[in-house]
């Protein structure tokens, strides 16, 4: 990446993925009721004739779509190009919009995977396009000026939403339709977009891109893994048809620091048996979990989607389970 001066613009390319940042509704009052993706990105960079001064843009609409119906498979495809895209030597950084169901798995998945130092900025929007007061070009003005910061190189990638810097480890959505919904929770923001100035206060800590051991050229195939959410009375037998359906693993979303019914304990143990990798996070919003069971993976303090990410790429890339557990304390 080439060092940056007053006098020379960032080249960033803007990856685009559809979601409320391009959705369309029919009145500028419908919050709800909008198609999502269904602008093209060259509309929302339409209101934002400032942006130009940020950066020279490469643009790409990449799909369009709502990431309440994004998974796995599409991250996957979204990780290659992006991996594509950072190996250019005229890029310098790269931002993404997406839609925000689905945004802190895509970001943490992208986390550990990609292998560059350089920008990389997942925003989107709680407002479609179309209505009074959307949030999506502020947040993709803060978003393109965080990726053109020389300060955000080696940090990972991040999510900026609500003038908010977060790592994508611990950034996470936490109310269903406020503009202010992503947190990063109890370990907080590593800075902040203020008038379109960047301001870091901290870096993340956990390994991430370039000091993880998972590389997309393992990947031949992804896994099916299944989270199993723990709630007073649930019916332990829905974890073996998991198995039966083809997880080859299942997250366990614990009570408190990740206790389970004792009929759970005993499925949990026959799924191991099967050759079926599990962990227990914590349903809570925050803290650690231990393992109450042998063999019993705990997933630090990730959150039930996370660790699923977590263990859905170690599998991918046919680390043991003793990896795992390391994994899980390092990433």
Known sequence: MREQNDMTKARLHLLACGGTIAGLAS???????YTAGAAPVAAVLAKLPEIEALADWQVEDFCQLG??????????????????VLQDETVDGLVIT??????????YFLHLLLKTDKPVVLTGA????????????VNLYNAAAVAANPESRGKGVLLVMNDTIL????????????LHTFGGGEFGPLGYVAAGQVQFAAAP????????????????????????????GADARLLPT???????????????????????????????????VCAVTSRTQSGFVVSHLPGLLPAADLSP??????LLLALACGKTPADMERYFALY
Request: aromatic share 8%.
């Open 67 to 84: 990431s309440e119906n994004a998974g796995p498979e599409l991250w996957l495809q979204i990780a290659r190009r992006c991996a594509d």
């Open 126 to 137: 709680m407002r479609p396009l179309s209505a009074y007061g959307t949030d999506g070009p």
């Open 98 to 107: 997406s839609g925000t169901d689905t945004m802190e798995e895509l970001a």
């Open 305 to 310: 989607q996370k660790a699923r990410v977590l």
């Open 27 to 33: 009145s500028p009052l419908d919050f709800f009721g």
């Open 205 to 232: 800590w956990h390994r991430h891109t370039q000091a993880t051991e998972f590389h997309l050229a393992d990947i031949h195939k992804l896994p099916q893994v299944e989270i199993f959410y723990m709630s007073g």
């Open 242 to 276: 998991m198995a039966d359906l083809g997880a080859a693993g299942v997250v366990l979303a614990g009570f408190g620091n990740g206790t389970f019914s004792d009929a759970v304990g005993e499925q949990l143990r026959l799924l191991m048996s099967r050759g079926v």
């Open 167 to 178: 790592s994508a480890r611990q950034a996470a959505k936490q109310d269903s339709f406020r």
